[in-house]
Nanobody, 127 residues
Framework: FQLQASGGGWVQPGGSLRLSCAAS????????IGWFRQAPGKRREGVSC????????FYANSVKGRFTVSRENAQDTVYLQMNSLKPEDTAVYYC?????????????????????WGQGTQVTVSS
């Protein structure tokens, strides 16, 4: 199994980035995929999660209205479009495979609900 996150980098406040999470080695369309982030000295935080098919989507309150998650099952890829970035969005961003296809409101952001993690991609927002 592999989850490859990419697209991170440095951006000024107010800028945008699009992260990608490319999957391989498993039946991608059977699983929801989540995005998490972890800043230095802080716990890993759930950012967003998208079911498969993508009819159920969750966002952390801190990113609602600014981030958009989507998926292309034909390409085994999930995207996280991040707009209006703030310095507090600075973190390593990870994608992870949910242990099922249909996350629910109470558990979508719990790392324990995800059974496979990719390596992270650094996002730095500063002026």
């Amino acid at each position: 199994f592999q989850l490859q996150a990419s697209g991170g980098g440095w951006v000024q406040p107010g800028g945008s980035l699009r992260l990608s999470c490319a999957a391989s080695g498993f039946s991608f369309e059977r699983y929801a995929i989540g995005w998490f982030r972890q800043a230095p000295g802080k716990r890993r935080e759930g950012v967003s999660c998208i079911s498969s098919p993508g009819g159920r989507i969750f966002y952390a309150n801190s990113v609602k209205g600014r981030f958009t998650v989507s998926r292309e099952n034909a390409q085994d890829t999930v995207y996280l479009q991040m707009n209006s970035l703030k310095p507090e969005d600075t973190a390593v961003y990870y994608c992870a495979r949910f242990s099922g296809s249909w996350p629910i409101a109470g558990t979508w952001a719990a790392p324990s609900q995800f059974d496979f993690w990719g390596q992270g991609t650094q996002v730095t927002v500063s002026s």
